[in-house]
């Protein structure tokens, strides 16, 4: 196994899976020609944006081929716009190569378990996630300025079944931390919802709670979340 571990990854205007990196030739991975797969394993991992510590709320795992492409051809998707822009910057950079792969099925890991998808369905062509890269903070700091207090109404709602929500309790909450206990942190916001995690003594809950309608900006997001607090109020 020779990881690479300086990747971006992201979607062509026609939905391929693409991945760009620094490499040197003195790899394996990196030796590989141009127009010939070769076996790889692919991880990415979601981490919460909370800057005082380290939440991964899920992972995606895939088996498959990569495909390295040529100079000329990774020169003409990048002129084209055809690849994300965080992609494009790695592939154009001196020892920068850009990869297809290709998977025909996908494991996610989350805290509600283990999921196989087929990958096509895991994304559509065209379609920009939200949060994207530019606004995932911003996305994080709009949830966090509800204040503490709000986020453990918000979670204390929804483990009493007051508003919408599906609520799990992990009792192997690490003790070695107690600057932790009842604190509540945003572990992702999404399109459809909400996670949370609420740090106790005893353990951790952690929550998702829907949204009334899919949100696709910021604005939409502090909306829905207002709605959160009302419901909760109710």
Known sequence: MHPMTLVSHGRTTTGE????????ESMPVGAQPAGQPFPVRVEIVREAPAPHLRLVSGSIHMLGTMTWLDEIETARLIAEGAIPEHVAFLASAAGG???????????????????????DVLGESGIVPFPGRKDDLACYDTVESLSEDNLSMICEAARTKQIDGVVQFHPEFDKSCPHLYDTVVCVDADPHGLSLIQFRENGSFQAFVPFDVPVSTITELREQLDLLLINCDQ
Request: charged share 15%; glycine share 6%; no cysteine.
């Open 17 to 24: 899976f693409v991945v760009s990196t620094l490499v040197d």
């Open 97 to 119: 190569r850009l990869g297809f792969v290709n998977s025909r099925r996908a494991v996610v890991n989350s805290d509600t378990g283990i999921t196989a998808f087929q990958i």
